[in-house]
């Protein structure tokens, strides 16, 4: 008898049920903890990210999502109002290592671009470091564009911060793609 492969389950939703604020933070803690030793200044710096969308937020400017595989939260990525008009950032993208190759990651920021562009913004800024290169990939592949590194001491490591930046205006419709229901 041959096993059939397991099909997993994915969806992408909200993140608007209870617990997954504190699973983005948790989670964000852990696994940047076992992958790249980095100590709690990180997961401070997250729940900070996430304690100012959840006291603060613009509902028609500023959007959380989680990615879960087989009902399991498999990912999370923050889309929230930049320093400047029009200006969006997208923070704290994450996918746990099991869930990984799942194609969740672009899925993710797919929904952050598609919010984005629906709520009025022009232009899509993140900063990230170097050493978080499938990241890096998701990014680049969906046309964002570096634009200024440095090198800095954070999370317990010497590491290099990047800032991207995404056009939307720029980007062509035909690459846009819209709302995705993956339940």
């Given amino acids: ?4 492969e397991h099909q ?3 969806i992408v939703r909200r993140a608007n049920r209870p617990g997954d604020l504190g699973w983005v933070v948790m989670a964000h803690g852990e696994i940047y903890d ?3 030793r980095w100590n709690t200044d990180f997961e401070a710096l997250v729940a900070k990210i996430v304690a100012g969308y959840a006291a603060d937020r613009d509902r028609a400017k500023e959007a959380a999502w989680i990615a879960e595989v087989d009902g399991e939260r ?5 889309l ?3 320093d400047e008009p029009g200006v969006a950032k997208l923070r704290i993208l994450l996918v746990t290592p099991k869930a990984r190759g799942l194609g969740l990651g672009t899925r ?3 929904e952050c671009l598609v919010f984005a562009r629906e709520a009025g913004y022009w232009q899509v800024t993140l900063w990230t470091n170097d050493v978080l290169v499938s990241a890096r990939k998701i990014y680049q592949g969906l ?4 634009v200024d590194e440095e090198p800095h001491n954070s999370f317990g490591h010497d590491l290099v911060g990047q800032n991207w930046v995404l056009d939307l205006h720029t980007t062509s419709a035909g690459n846009q793609k819209g709302p995705v229901d993956w339940a």
């Fill in 80 to 82: 929230v109002a930049g």
């Fill in 34 to 36: 076992r992958q790249f």
């Fill in 74 to 78: 498999a990912g999370c990525v923050f």
């Fill in 1 to 4: 008898m041959s096993q059939q």
């Fill in 8 to 10: 997993p389950h994915v």
């Fill in 143 to 146: 046309g964002f564009i570096l």
């Fill in 108 to 110: 993710l920021v797919e």
